[in-house]
């Protein structure tokens, strides 16, 4: 076929027939909001993660709410967390009546820097909320030994990082509390939906406890939930984007560069609203917790695409001008799951012209939309210098490395991006 381009997403949702077998099954059986397969993924994702307790929730912000909430920590006690993260952490510490305090993050990972952590120890600091980010674990024995000899308690964000693993244990499992997100377009999706998991059976049973006076999703939001994903996932196969999103892409971006990201993007506030936890606080529902279970039994086989994926994207790409690479796999005692490939551009004022130069080569990429927190309008002057977290707010590009994407597509991918930097940097 001559004129033929093949387009890239960059992300791609994954269901498999198998999964729309269980939304069918459980619609015909009637137990679409109560049911076994509730249980019977709790137990599972218990299993999979190692840990004792699990409890399920609508997102994985809920979670991190509920966890902090059951952390039992006093009015102005502080709490520890990277200053570049999702943006809804700060926002949640604040719900809890507790005090964020930013710690910078690594240059190549984005992760907390575990180095700069006790400067920042006062005598108010209960607690630590991390997350892994891009799949990649923080450095866990650091972290680790700081909660430890100041007898604070972790939080672990994992919604990035299903899978990944320090030292042999999956990331979820090093803190008090690990939670997890289900959203469409994760590792694992149950049409949204987050998990909490716990090794403390009092922490346990007062979350659980809570999310038993929580309403259910309601249909209306679950059938949009459904839909979107399926939607999702038909439009991330490569050869149906190249024919219906990719055209209306390239059509947006000619007419206002920034426009895609208006329409695919959440909308990320920075704003403290007490509505916040009201919007998101909902019971998961036993046909999500279904599919969850259905998808369980894959995310391990994707994750290592996805990580083999990320590996020839560093490998073809490393002499390239002007890029600054993320080389997944150095480090022996990391399991990463690769869950974007994050790549920077040296120049980051280049950032918008290198998108629009590789939409026209076919590959659509996402600026990752994580923020300067210490910024966040309701914190108001947050002292302190975050040189490194300057480096990666909005450069940081999500290049496509989903699972459904061959060895031959990454290398069509990496010669693209290769063509594209000798015009721009060459
Ligand atoms: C690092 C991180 N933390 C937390 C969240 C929130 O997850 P959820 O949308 O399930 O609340 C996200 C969502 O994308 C995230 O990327």
Same mark, same amino acid.
Request: with cysteine; net charge positive.
């Given at each position: 076929m001559t004129g033929f381009k093949k387009a890239f997403p960059r992300h791609s949702v994954e269901l498999r027939l198998s999964d729309l077998n269980v939304l069918l099954k459980t619609i015909f059986s009637g137990k679409i909001f109560k049911g076994k397969e509730s249980k019977k993924f709790k137990e599972k994702f218990g299993n999979y993660i190692g840990e004792k307790y699990v409890c399920l929730v609508q997102s994985?912000?809920?979670?991190?709410?509920?966890?902090?909430?059951?952390?039992?920590?006093?009015?102005?006690?502080?709490?520890?967390?990277?200053?570049?993260?999702?943006?809804?952490?700060?926002?949640?510490?604040?719900?809890?009546?507790?005090?964020?305090?930013?710690?910078?993050? $690594?240059? /190549?990972?984005?992760?907390?820097?575990? /180095?700069?952590?006790? $400067?920042?120890?006062?005598?108010?600091?209960?607690?630590?909320?991390?997350?892994?980010?891009?799949?990649?674990?923080?450095?866990?024995?650091?972290?680790?030994?700081?909660?430890d000899k100041n007898g604070l308690k972790l939080l672990e964000d994992c919604a990035q990082s299903l899978g990944a693993e320090y030292e042999g244990e999956k990331v979820g499992t090093f803190g008090t509390v690990g939670c997890f997100s289900l959203r469409v377009g994760k590792a694992l999706t149950g049409f949204g939906g987050g998990v909490i998991i716990t090794g403390d059976k009092e922490i346990s049973e007062n979350?659980?406890?809570?999310?038993?006076?929580?309403?259910?999703?309601?249909?209306?939001?679950?059938?949009?939930?459904?839909?979107?994903?399926?939607?999702?996932?038909?439009?991330?196969?490569?050869?149906?984007?190249?024919?219906?999103?990719?055209?209306?892409?390239?059509?947006?971006?000619?007419?206002?560069?920034?426009?895609? /990201?208006?329409?695919?993007e959440e909308n990320v506030s920075t704003k403290c609203n007490s509505s916040f936890i009201k919007d998101i606080s909902y019971q998961m529902a036993n046909i999500q917790a279904g599919v969850a279970l259905n998808q369980l039994n894959k995310v391990d086989f994707w994750n290592q695409k996805r990580f083999e994926n990320a590996q020839?994207?560093?490998?073809?790409?490393?002499?390239?001008?002007?890029?600054?690479?993320?080389?997944?796999?150095?480090?022996? $005692?990391?399991?990463?799951v690769s869950y974007h490939y994050p790549l920077r551009l040296k120049d980051e004022t280049r950032v918008f012209l290198f998108r629009k130069y590789l939409l026209k080569e076919g590959i659509d990429i996402k600026i990752d939309d994580l923020l300067d927190l210490s910024r966040c309008d309701f914190l108001n002057n947050v002292k302190g210098f975050f040189p490194k977290v300057k480096a990666l707010e909005k450069n940081v590009l999500q290049i496509p490395n989903s699972p459904v994407l061959k060895k031959k597509d990454m290398e069509e991918i990496c010669y693209r991006i290769i063509h594209i930097c000798n015009i721009l940097f060459g």
């Open positions: 994985c912000r809920l979670g991190l709410y509920l966890s902090l909430k059951a952390f039992n920590l006093k009015k102005g006690d502080e709490v520890i967390l990277p200053v570049y993260t999702h943006y809804s952490l700060p926002i949640i510490v604040k719900l809890c009546f507790l005090k964020p305090i930013f710690v910078d993050v $690594e240059e /190549d990972t984005g992760n907390i820097n575990p /180095d700069l952590i006790e $400067e920042k120890i006062s005598n108010k600091t209960r607690a630590v909320l991390i997350s892994h980010l891009n799949g990649v674990p923080c450095r866990m024995k650091k972290i680790m030994e700081i909660c979350i659980s406890a809570w999310i038993d006076e929580l309403p259910m999703i309601n249909i209306l939001s679950l059938c949009k939930e459904i839909i979107y994903g399926i939607i999702s996932f038909l439009l991330t196969r490569p050869l149906i984007f190249t024919f219906t999103l990719f055209p209306f892409f390239q059509i947006l971006e000619t007419l206002k560069s920034g426009l895609i /990201d208006g329409l695919t020839i994207l560093a490998h073809f790409l490393q002499q390239t001008k002007g890029l600054l690479l993320y080389k997944p796999g150095r480090k022996k $005692e990391y399991k990463e």
